[in-house]
């Protein structure tokens, strides 16, 4: 997994032995300072709902930074999807380097047209933040498009720039 | 000699609609196929789906496995993915709308409901019914 944005670029690798949990790797490059920070991560799915149009997911996430334990985030992480609609939140808390932060985000998305397996698959999402550390919400437009095990991810704006998110799954 | 007319007539009968049941022999009604299986339960597979994947593997036999929480590429890719692994199994065919997956099995014998059941949950996701059609 691949995420770019003005922020910082990461590499992110992981590796699922089983549907209840994961476990990975991240390696961030952060534009302002520069620095690298790999770190581990963790993820572990609490809960999960199948029904026939279906799939509710809530998740548990964790990650440590492998230069400096003091760098480390947890959050809990939810989604809901039928292949018309996606819904998903997260709350996310952070420490690093002299800081602490809380953030929270929710996202929204509807599937224009309902593709097969193995179709292009076209998502229209809004995705909206806010963290405690300068306490503005940021709302913006996010295509997502996947087909086979590739799938990209797009959202523009002003204050952000260019966020870009590519995935692929083996 | 006629009530042993009568009871061969009977037997022949019986066992022809049985054979036509159990074996599962479709009939195609608005595009979908309506089996009457055996145990009362209703067989609803996309006709024109189903015929497609039946080209080249007449002689298998299907397992239609009714699938709950398959409502994306990702989750489907992977059901394809675990079963492609499977030597038993001679073709795949996932269908997100219906959440159906269609199996072909060269030799019945080689089914094993639990093992389909284990594999499916394995994915993240749960089977609701599975239906096997006959040769």
């Known amino acids: ?170 | 000699m006629k009530n042993s007319l009568l009871f061969g007539l009977l037997t022949l009968s019986t066992a022809i609609y049985a054979e036509h049941h159990d074996t599962g022999s479709m009939h195609s009604h608005e595009g979908h196929i309506h089996n009457e299986m055996v145990d009362g339960k209703t067989l609803d597979v996309d006709a024109q789906r189903f015929d497609t994947f039946m080209i080249g593997i007449d002689n298998n036999t299907i397992v239609v496995v009714s699938v709950q929480g398959m409502v994306c590429d990702f989750c489907a890719r992977g059901i394809e993915k675990t079963f492609s692994k499977d030597k038993r199994v001679s073709k795949i065919d996932v269908d997100l709308a219906s959440g159906k997956v269609l199996l072909a099995f060269s030799e019945a014998n080689e089914i094993d409901s639990a093992d389909i059941r284990k594999k499916i949950l394995n994915n993240g996701l749960n089977t609701t019914d599975i239906q096997i059609v006959g040769k």
Do not use: C
């Open chain 1, 1 to 170: 997994m691949i995420n770019s944005s003005s922020l910082a670029d990461n590499i992110y690798w992981h590796y699922t032995p089983n549907i209840n949990y994961s476990v990975g790797l991240d390696y961030q490059k952060d534009k302002v300072s520069n620095d690298y920070f790999p770190s581990a991560r963790f993820t572990y799915l609490i809960n999960r709902k199948n029904t026939e149009k279906s799939q509710r997911n809530l998740y548990f996430k964790t990650g440590v930074g492998l230069n400096n334990s003091n760098n480390h985030f947890y959050s809990l992480a939810g989604d809901w999807e039928t292949r018309r609609f996606f819904t998903s939140f997260s709350v996310k808390q952070s420490s690093g380097a002299g800081y602490d932060m809380f953030e929270q985000s929710a996202k929204v998305g509807v599937a224009p047209y309902l593709g097969d397996y193995g179709d292009l698959h076209t998502w229209l999402m809004l995705e909206t933040k806010k963290n405690d550390l300068d306490n503005k919400q940021i709302t913006y437009p996010l295509l997502r498009l996947f087909k086979g095990g590739a799938l990209i991810e797009m959202s523009y704006h002003k204050k952000t720039d260019w966020d870009v998110h590519l995935m692929y799954r083996f």
